[in-house]
T-cell receptor
Framework: EAGVAQSPRYKIIEKRQSVAFWCNPISGHATLYWYQQILGQGPKLLIQFQNNGVVDDSQLPKDRFSAERLKGVDSTLKIQPAKLEDSAVYLC???????????????FGDGTRLSIL | AQTVTQSQPEMSVQEAETVTLSCTYDTSENNYYLFWYKQPPSRQMILVIRQEAYKQQNATENRFSVNFQKAAKSFSLKISDSQLGDTAMYFCAFGSNYKLTFGKGTLLTVNP
């Protein structure tokens, strides 16, 4: 099966600019996650979707970050305006359902590396 | 809130030898899952092994096995017969309420 697809792979912008990332989960996966991974740290969950509804966005900096999954399939994550501390790898993951972490593990994409100048 | 601690930022091992990566966690929950993920330079997080907290038997997957000590809240990963392709960042993760909390990772280098 095809894996989680993310684009772009790399992005360089200046601070205060806007940027958007795209994720297409594995076909049939209802749950989609966006993570932020700062250099030297583990991934941190930003937002979780179940189909097209938000399950958890408690760690999403809502003043500058937004995400949507309008048709319950692919998703976009946007940052506007970007700050220096947003430099990180943004990982997208999907799972069949949120119900069973052990039987339905999260599958990750290759991530987008964002550099803010 | 759960916390996951990986106390070894970097480790190295000779090819074909055995290495153990440490992980401790803190939680007040009784039902949870523990995972080890591998992240090679390609950046894709790959699930290595998982353990259900209610199972006393330690999980094994080929050359990978865990030592799960629930009372001590410890979850170490043992890699036997290390291979050059095992070189990667290894993340321990705690799972509950449908969410994963990751540690900071251990960079493992397998030397020829």
């Amino acid at each position: 099966e095809a894996g989680v697809a993310q684009s772009p792979r790399y992005k360089i912008i200046e601070k205060r600019q806007s940027v958007a990332f795209w994720c297409n989960p594995i076909s049939g996966h209802a749950t989609l996650y966006w993570y932020q991974q700062i250099l030297g740290q583990g991934p941190k969950l930003l937002i979780q979707f179940q189909n097209n509804g938000v399950v958890d966005d408690s760690q999403l900096p809502k003043d500058r970050f937004s995400a949507e999954r309008l048709k319950g399939v692919d998703s976009t994550l946007k940052i506007q305006p970007a700050k220096l501390e947003d430099s990180a790898v943004y990982l997208c993951a999907s799972s069949l359902d949120q119900a069973e972490l052990s039987n339905q593990p999260q599958h990750f994409g290759d991530g987008t590396r964002l550099s803010i100048l | 809130a759960q916390t996951v601690t990986q106390s070894q930022p970097e480790m190295s091992v000779q090819e074909a030898e055995t290495v153990t990566l440490s992980c401790t966690y803190d939680t007040s929950e009784n039902n949870y899952y523990l995972f080890w993920y591998k992240q090679p330079p390609s950046r894709q997080m790959i699930l290595v092994i998982r353990q259900e907290a209610y199972k006393q038997q330690n999980a094994t997957e080929n050359r990978f096995s865990v030592n799960f000590q629930k009372a001590a809240k410890s979850f170490s990963l043992k890699i036997s017969d290390s291979q050059l392709g095992d070189t990667a960042m290894y993340f321990c993760a705690f799972g509950s309420n449908y969410k994963l909390t990751f540690g900071k990772g251990t960079l493992l280098t397998v030397n020829p």
